[in-house]
């Protein structure tokens, strides 16, 4: 099978291309890329994709989702997750180990993975469990995992708070060349807590989750990758303290790469006044401050990576009280058109944001992804800058249709996602 | 003038107007409470539902007496454990209540916001009785009713409100009530009960119990809620009663008129002492003679009441 694409805008970061130019795709690769090209080689009709006024970008990858499959089919599956992340522009996406079981084990990262091949939408890439059952413990069999198909480590839902364990894993991981990739929160001040501590918690009587909970794990585990370094990754990051420090341990040369998702650089906790649960989400939305903070670390480098922490739940888990009701939002479908935004503020240049949501995540991941390069798997998402459209959680693909952002509306929108070279979601 | 939402759900939504309305009409409604026949046919073949997913003497009684003082059917129901444990959900009994057709739907819940959500999915009108440690709306309006007759006025008093300031939400809804209508008002408890930002909301905040009540018009002691020294909010009872109380000692740095106020139920002795809640400047009865009051104002006010 054979496309052109067609007068597209190609924005690929890895090359440090932007310019209008065509793109050839063969088998399931990328040929070539340039201008006006000529048909291709072998195949002498390709199907032709006219992409004027379109942009032309990696396929984009999520390294933080959740797809509740093993366990809890009910809020997602690997296949609905799977069409949430074509639709939202996504080609890859890796998906955390807090199933049920948890994925501590070789035979739940190949059922993942077998369930992924099986619906065939995108690319699915296990992240294995750090310590058994996320119990923070024992180490899961780190080796096996990764033979296994896993491609990194995480406990994501809760730290580990045994400071010992968490540097035996970096140690342990450092050696397979694995990333380990962490969720900061000291749960001892955090305990109790259901959104961010502060003046709207004050007034609406909601326990707090006080910044420094993340602060302070994000300040010891920099100091454990620091010490033995390994390379460690922050996942959701939504302090302006957590900023700071990884800021400061960047520029001494600590090997910390960190992420922040969508949520925290488009939303505060003013949103929680009316007690919406859909705005219930862990690490919580935070104050004015670290909005801006966050923005200023996306912007600065500081923050490398924007993962949308895909969270699904079902209704019946979002329709109780604040204090019972599940934490997360759906996030898939909304990411990249939350993120364009930044472009539009004159945050981040548009390339700078592509750099975040392909070859950053690829590079930390450590996966052959990202990128347009000649011989590279032809994995393309196309995008339409000037698509309006509004936010309507009815239509998403994903079984979680818990997301604050329904009825926003947005400019830009992913119209085609190819994976391995045949288009698996198309909206034009 | 009428109320402008159907809901109670907070002072935080009450204009000034609204609470004048609201405590004028309690203060007619008082007499009713003191005749020998103790009962009008207002409400007559109204109905309003108790729905109480946590324990409660005094607010419950109250209300189910200011709505059979007014005529009004009433229904108690008692949830012993939240609505998850139970295994039907909030939304489930409240939906199956709307289907009996009552007139006020009356909760209190554990779970801050809990009100709201019904306010928005019922068509009847929902009164906040308490709602975690976010609002406690009637209780500050019989304070305000409690204090405006005692002094004639809020505007221009000091207010101290000690104790539990994080848990309370008898503080938040009085600090919103007090603060709209022009009283000025000092909190003050242990440093790990003050949570975080309440100057924010338009408060002074003190760690200290002397610096609040000095020159305090009125003092309103909070309840102490004896399971937060296991959450090491404060180390002993012992400790709390002895720098947190009010005493002999220290109400004499309070205006030699003040009043002294207690949301119930006190514990004598912690932050209380014994002769200052039964002693001359106590008005901690005529907050719960007022709470009939109120409630029957409200009931009325929502039930249409007031509509001229």
């Known amino acids: 099978m054979t496309l052109l694409l067609k007068g597209g805008r190609v924005v690929d970061p890895s090359r440090k291309v932007d310019g209008v130019a065509d793109l050839l795709i063969e088998n399931g690769k990328i040929v070539s890329s340039g201008k006006a090209l000529p048909k291709g080689k072998k195949s002498p009709d390709p199907e032709v994709l006219d992409l004027r006024d379109k942009w032309v970008v990696p396929g984009l990858i999520d390294m933080h989702t959740h797809l509740r499959e093993p366990g809890f089919e009910y809020k997602e599956t690997i296949a609905s997750g799977s069409e949430a992340a074509v639709a939202g522009g996504f080609s890859s996406i890796a998906c955390m180990p807090n199933t049920d079981p948890i994925n501590d084990s070789r035979s739940v990262t190949e059922f993942i993975r077998r369930k992924a091949t099986e619906c065939g939408l995108a690319n699915v890439y296990p992240i294995a469990a750090i310590t058994v059952k996320s119990e923070g413990s024992l180490l899961s069999e780190f080796w096996d995992l990764k033979d296994a198909g896993a491609i990194g480590f995480s406990d994501d839902g809760k730290s580990v708070m045994n400071a010992s364990l968490i540097r035996r894993a970096l140690e342990y991981a450092a050696s397979l060349n694995m990333p380990v990739i962490v969720h900061c929160e000291d749960k001892n001040l955090s305990a109790g807590g259901v959104m961010h501590e502060g003046a709207v918690a004050t007034e609406l009587g909601l326990a707090g989750i006080p910044a420094i909970a993340e602060d302070v794990m994000v300040a010891r585990d920099l100091l454990l990758a620091e010490y033995t370094g390994a390379a460690l990754h922050i996942a959701h990051v939504s302090t302006a303290g957590a900023v700071r420090l990884i800021r400061e341990a960047k520029s001494r040369g600590v090997r910390v790469t960190a992420e922040t998702a969508p949520h925290y650089f488009s939303l505060t906790d003013e949103a929680l006044r009316g007690f919406d649960t859909n705005t219930k989400v862990y690490p919580p939305l935070r104050s004015f401050e670290d909005c801006r903070a966050i923005r200023e670390g996306l912007s600065d480098g500081t923050l490398d990576v924007i993962a949308s922490d895909h969270a699904p739940h079902a209704r019946t888990d979002k329709e109780v009280e604040f204090d019972y009701a599940a934490t997360g939002l759906t996030g898939l479908e909304t990411s990249f058109a939350l993120s364009l935004r930044l472009v539009a503020d004159g945050v981040l240049a548009f390339p700078d944001l592509i750099e975040?949501?392909?070859?950053?995540?690829?590079?930390?991941?450590?996966?052959?992804?990202?990128?347009?390069?000649?011989?590279?798997?032809?994995?393309?998402?196309?995008?339409?800058?000037?698509?309006?459209?509004?936010?309507?959680?009815?239509?998403?693909?994903?079984?979680?249709?818990?997301?604050?952002?329904?009825?926003?509306?947005?400019?830009?929108?992913?119209?085609?996602t190819i994976v391995g070279g045949v288009i698996r979601y198309r909206d034009v | 003038m009428k109320l402008r939402s159907k809901d109670i759900l907070g002072i935080k939504e009450l204009s000034v107007e609204e609470i004048t309305l609201i405590l004028d009409t309690a203060d007619s409604f008082l007499e009713v409470s003191t005749r020998e026949i103790k009962k009008v046919p207002t409400l007559r073949g109204k109905s309003m539902i108790n729905l109480f997913y946590e324990a409660s003497t005094r607010t419950r009684t109250s209300f189910e007496i200011a709505a059979k003082r007014l005529s009004a059917d009433t229904i108690n129901i008692s949830a012993s454990t939240s609505s998850v444990v139970k295994g039907e959900t909030l939304i489930d009994t409240a939906k199956n209540i709307e289907a009996m057709n009552p007139d006020i739907i009356v909760i209190r819940h554990s779970a801050a916001g809990a009100p709201h959500m019904l306010a928005s999915l019922l068509k009847q009108s929902i009164i906040n009785a308490g709602d975690g440690a976010h609002e406690h709306p009637t209780q500050a309006l019989l304070d305000m009713m409690t204090i405006r007759s005692r002094k004639g006025r809020i505007a221009g008093l000091k207010v101290a409100i000690v104790g539990d300031i994080s848990h309370s939400r008898v503080a938040r809804s009085n600090i919103h009530g007090l603060t709209k209508m022009g009283a000025r008002v000092f909190v003050a408890g242990p440093a790990t009960m003050l949570p975080r930002d309440i100057e924010s909301l338009g408060v002074v905040a003190y760690s200290r119990i002397d610096e609040a009540i000095r020159d305090a018009d009125i003092v309103m002691m909070l309840r102490i809620q004896t399971e937060r020294e296991k959450q090491n909010l404060f180390p002993s009872l012992r400790e709390y009663a002895t720098y947190f109380s009010l005493n002999r000692k220290n109400i004499a740095l309070a205006r030699e008129d003040c009043i002294v106020m207690h949301p119930g139920p006190l514990n004598r002795g912690v932050e209380i002492s014994p002769d200052i809640a039964d002693g001359p400047h106590s008005v901690i009865l005529d907050q719960v003679t007022n709470g009939v009051a109120v409630r029957m104002a409200l009931l009325y006010l929502l039930t249409g009441g007031g509509n001229s």
């Open chain 1, 356 to 416: 975040k949501m392909t070859i950053n995540p690829a590079r930390i991941l450590r996966i052959p992804k990202g990128t347009l390069a000649a011989g590279a798997d032809a994995d393309i998402t196309v995008i339409d800058p000037d698509r309006e459209w509004t936010v309507d959680r009815t239509l998403f693909h994903s079984r979680g249709k818990n997301s604050p952002f329904h009825g926003w509306v947005m400019k830009g929108k992913p119209v085609m």
